[in-house]
């Protein structure tokens, strides 16, 4: 009897694994469940180096809720965002908002504007992604149910986005490295198992000057990011080539996608580009692009935008996880800050 159970116990254990693995709802579903830990815990960048040194616990931010009330028309606030926005780190307690809408820019949603609210967009991306995100028109919101035309003409998503995440799907469930990740994340993401790939992780460091290809080390290995970020030989890096030319075309797409969604009944559009990290704390490992520079400050520019990427050229480390990329408590509460007065 005991062996049966036993068979059985470990035939669902496997079933289990499999399914985890080749299914992103059941692993995402299961993991906040206790099931196995989050391995994004200490940090993304840790999760990619296992460097001891950049092991940072998430903490949880002291977000004071914020009451939505004011004396003027109620809000619906609308971001189309990336990770910097998402629901874990951006919600609606935060914001002055009486309502409050995300997207996020690998989806696409059909909404309908209520005009009982001062209806708010706002376009946030991080400067990594934003030669992509702005590459050609913006329309992951698609407007429904209003009797303008420019409403009614609303475009679908572009054949090329389409197939973008149509592709993205398709790999998310097959491509062999992503099952492959997600069974390393369960099986080997308890501290025992951290503990020996730190060890190994420090020991390549130490020795053989190499960390993991996904990461890099400043020369003062005080400071870690993601190579997409700081590798100059990715077009997401803040030190790839950025021309004249492809500015203008970017300044040009926004300009056009904010006339589009005021055309089809938002009441305001709102830039927010956000530094990668390593711009604004290391921006002298290699030629740094100024791409946000580039495009918040060119006169042909017609959006309004959040500005903050002085603040955080001033004060930068002040502002960024240790073992993460993204901001810090700090760094959250002033960019919430500036969207909060606009929504005012």
Known sequence: MILKVLKYSCLFIAIFLWIQAYSPVVYRTTGPMGFFPDDYRNGDLYRLSYLPEFKDPVKTCTDAKVSSKT????????????????????????????????????????????????NILILESVERTAREHFSEKVDNYQIIGHDTIAEVQAPQLSWKRRLLQKSEELLTWLFPTQVEERLQHTLFNYDFFLTIREAKASFNEKVFGRVESGVV???????????????????????????????????????????????????????????????????????????????????????????????????????????????????????????NAILQ
Request: hydrophobic share 35%; proline share 5%.
């Open 71 to 118: 004396t003027q028309k109620p809000v619906h606030l609308y971001i189309l965002g990336d990770s910097f926005t998402e629901p874990a780190r951006v919600d609606s307690s935060m914001l002055k908002a009486g309502k409050y809408t995300y997207l996020h820019w690998a989806n696409s949603s059909q909404i309908k504007l209520d005009t009982n609210y001062h």
């Open 217 to 339: 080390l400043s020369p003062d290995k005080q400071a870690l990011f993601y190579r997409d970020e700081a590798k100059a030989t990715e077009k997401t890096s803040s030190f790839y080539p950025l021309e004249n030319q492809e500015v203008n075309k970017m300044v040009e797409v926004i300009n056009s996608s904010v006339t589009h969604y005021q055309s089809a009944g938002f009441d305001q559009v709102v830039l927010a580009l956000i530094p990668n990290k390593v711009s604004v704390t290391n921006p002298e490992l290699d030629s740094y692009n100024h791409l946000i520079e580039k495009i918040q400050y060119n006169p042909n520019l017609k959006v309004p935008y959040i500005e903050i990427f002085r603040d955080f050229n001033n004060l930068g480390k002040m502002y960024y996880l240790k073992g993460d990329s993204h901001w810090n408590c700090e760094g959250k509460a002033l960019w919430l800050s500036k969207v």
